[in-house]
């Protein structure tokens, strides 16, 4: 029940305000998000790293409303581009971003997340890496999926994220799971409307795994986007099935959660990456964290009554 209410008020203009200002949110935010600034971002990258895990950074930003902003953010991936090439990592250390912080809700804002992320797919590609593309709510799945077919043009190695809660994605996946493709399969974090996703987590789950057998079966190299331990297992016995190689897959899971998961797998040889979020504007990111889960809203609580 809380989960929509929650997801709704990721979108609120006064609860951000209400939310970012109270002192208490800090330090549980500081669960999920590595800091504000691309040097918390770089210690954590070489923390990660050390642990022999691999890395996705997201400078935090989202829905903005000015193209100023699609700059100032255009920038800061510039900034760490030049950061991952100075460490040397290669794809160990890759980018994720979300179109919405490259202009793409503004109007003519197809063209211009095109030309603001181009140039960051660039600096990636010339530090050794590459960038996955986010996926946001259902209104920009064919916006993003065709910005991602112009970019692989000369950047085959970007990818996207696909979520199973979609009635549409297995036909996405059939389409994305050809040679050189690299998709990261997703449950998915938004509140969506009965006409276009699955609203019983079962549905999600199944469709989940419909999702991943399309991708383990293709061509392509699947990202496994999930902390479920169901998905995790049924994920290794697909990829035994089909015949993938350690090096042929990996898992991925969120910056602070289910670390010791996220080792077991490393110590069992596999490709595990942490989606490393930093920046200011957590709050939409923080409130799906919450939504996803009410252990966390639950401990989001405590700490206020404790103060
Ligand atoms: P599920 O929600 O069923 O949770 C399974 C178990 O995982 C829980 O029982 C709990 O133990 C743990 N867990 C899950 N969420 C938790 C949380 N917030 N806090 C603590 N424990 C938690 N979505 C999207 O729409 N677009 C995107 O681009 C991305 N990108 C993305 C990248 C990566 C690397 C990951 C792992 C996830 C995303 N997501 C996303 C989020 C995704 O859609 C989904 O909301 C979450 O991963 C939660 O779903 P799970 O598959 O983890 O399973």
């Keep these: 029940m809380l989960g929509p209410v929650l997801l709704a008020a990721a979108r609120s203009e006064g609860i951000r305000r209400?939310?970012?200002?109270?002192?208490?949110?800090?330090?549980?935010?500081?669960?999920?998000?590595?800091?504000?600034?691309?040097?918390?971002?770089?210690?954590?990258?070489?923390?990660?790293?050390?642990?022999?895990?691999?890395?996705?950074?997201?400078?935090?930003?989202?829905?903005?409303?000015?193209?100023?902003?699609?700059?100032?953010?255009?920038?800061?991936?510039?900034?760490?581009?030049?950061?991952?090439?100075?460490?040397?990592?290669?794809?160990?250390?890759?980018?994720?971003?979300?179109?919405?912080?490259?202009?793409?809700?503004?109007?003519?804002?197809?063209?211009?997340?095109?030309?603001?992320?181009?140039?960051?797919?660039?600096?990636?590609?010339?530090?050794?890496?590459?960038?996955?593309?986010?996926?946001?709510?259902?209104?920009?799945?064919?916006?993003?999926?065709a910005i991602?077919?112009?970019?692989?043009?000369?950047?085959?190695?970007?990818?996207?994220?696909?979520?199973?809660?979609?009635?549409?994605?297995?036909?996405?996946?059939?389409?994305?799971?050809?040679?050189?493709?690299?998709?990261?399969?997703?449950?998915?974090?938004?509140?969506?409307?009965?006409?276009?996703?699955?609203?019983?987590?079962r549905e999600v789950d199944r469709a989940y795994v419909r999702c991943l057998r399309i991708l383990m079966s293709g061509q392509g190299y699947p990202m496994v986007g999930s902390h479920d331990p169901r998905m995790v297992a049924i994920a290794q016995e697909l990829a035994r099935q089909t015949g993938r190689k350690l090096d042929e897959y990996e898992f991925q899971m969120l910056y602070g959660i289910r670390e010791a998961e996220q080792k077991r797998l490393v110590a069992e040889g596999h490709r595990m990456r942490v989606y490393i979020p930093y920046g200011t504007d957590w709050y939409g990111y923080f409130m799906r964290r919450l939504a996803e889960r009410p252990a966390n809203l639950a401990f989001f609580l405590r700490s206020l009554a404790t103060r």
Aim: glycine share 8%.
């Design 18 to 145: 209400l939310v970012s200002a109270a002192p208490v949110t800090r330090p549980v935010v500081d669960r999920f998000v590595a800091g504000e600034h691309l040097d918390d971002a770089a210690d954590a990258v070489r923390k990660l790293t050390g642990q022999g895990l691999q890395v996705t950074l997201d400078h935090l930003g989202e829905d903005i409303t000015d193209p100023a902003e699609a700059l100032r953010n255009r920038d800061a991936y510039l900034a760490l581009a030049d950061v991952l090439a100075s460490e040397g990592l290669g794809m160990r250390a890759e980018m994720s971003v979300k179109l919405s912080a490259f202009g793409q809700a503004l109007p003519g804002g197809h063209d211009l997340a095109l030309a603001n992320v181009a140039p960051v797919v660039e600096a990636a590609a010339a530090a050794g890496t590459a960038v996955t593309l986010d996926m946001e709510d259902h209104t920009t799945v064919d916006s993003t999926l």
């Design 148 to 201: 991602l077919s112009e970019l692989r043009e000369r950047f085959p190695q970007t990818g996207a994220v696909l979520q199973s809660y979609l009635f549409r994605t297995e036909d996405d996946c059939r389409a994305l799971a050809g040679e050189g493709s690299r998709v990261r399969l997703v449950k998915g974090a938004y509140k969506e409307p009965a006409t276009v996703a699955f609203q019983d987590k």
